[in-house]
C-alpha cells in the first residue's frame, strides 16, 4: 500500500502507488468523470460565453452532495446554480483528468498545481463514495466491526485508503 504523499521540489509532493491503487484510482475518477457531464449553458451566445446554465438541482445524491445548494431558499439557490454550476463542473472534470492523466504505477511527482488538482479530485471521489456508501461519522468504528467477509468491506477499505492520501497530501502541501 502507498505510503501517502510526501513534500517535494519547489512546492510539489512525491508518492508511489503500485499498479493495483493506480488501477483503482484511475477506475474511481474515470466514474467521477462519467457522472459529471460538462456543464451545460443556454442557446443565447451570450449566457454561453458567461456560462450561464440551468438552475435545477440534481436529484441524485452523489450529483447533489458534490453541486450542493448554495443557500436555503430554493429560489435563491437555483439562481446561484444558473450561474456557477457549469463552469464547477468544467473545473471538477479538470481535476479529474490532472489526477487520471498523472496516476502511474510507481514513483509519481506531483507539481504543485497537479496536487492540488489531485486534492479537489480525490475530495471530489470521496464525496462520491461516501454519499454512495452513506458514510457516517462512524466510519472508522464502521470498518474495524466488519470482517473480511462483509460484502461491503472492500469499499469501506476503499473510502479509508483515499482519505489517508487525501489526508498525507494536505500535510505534504501544508
Do not use: C
Request: no cysteine; hydrophobic share 40%.
Amino acid at each position: 500500500m502507498s505510503s501517502g504523499f510526501k513534500r517535494g521540489r519547489k512546492g510539489g509532493v512525491i508518492t508511489v502507488f503500485d499498479a493495483a491503487e493506480v488501477s483503482i484510482l484511475r477506475s474511481l475518477v474515470s466514474q467521477i468523470l462519467g457522472l459529471i457531464e460538462p456543464g451545460e449553458t443556454g442557446d443565447d451566445p451570450l449566457e454561453r460565453a458567461l456560462g450561464i446554465g440551468p438552475s435545477e438541482q440534481s436529484a441524485d445524491p452523489v450529483l447533489a452532495r458534490l453541486f450542493p445548494s448554495a443557500y436555503e431558499d430554493a429560489e435563491q439557490s437555483a439562481e446561484f446554480r444558473r450561474y456557477t454550476e457549469a463552469t464547477l463542473r468544467d473545473g471538477k472534470r479538470a481535476d479529474a483528468q490532472t489526477m487520471l492523466d498523472s496516476a502511474e504505477p510507481g514513483r509519481v511527482e506531483l507539481t504543485q498545481e497537479q496536487a492540488q488538482a489531485w486534492m479537489r479530485a480525490l475530495n471530489d471521489v470521496r464525496l462520491a463514495l461516501g454519499t454512495r456508501l452513506e458514510v457516517t461519522e462512524e466510519v472508522h468504528d464502521e470498518i474495524a466491526k466488519m470482517t473480511e467477509d462483509d460484502p461491503r468491506y472492500p469499499a469501506y477499505v476503499t473510502y479509508d485508503w483515499l482519505t489517508y492520501l487525501q489526508d498525507t497530501l494536505v500535510r505534504a502541501l501544508w
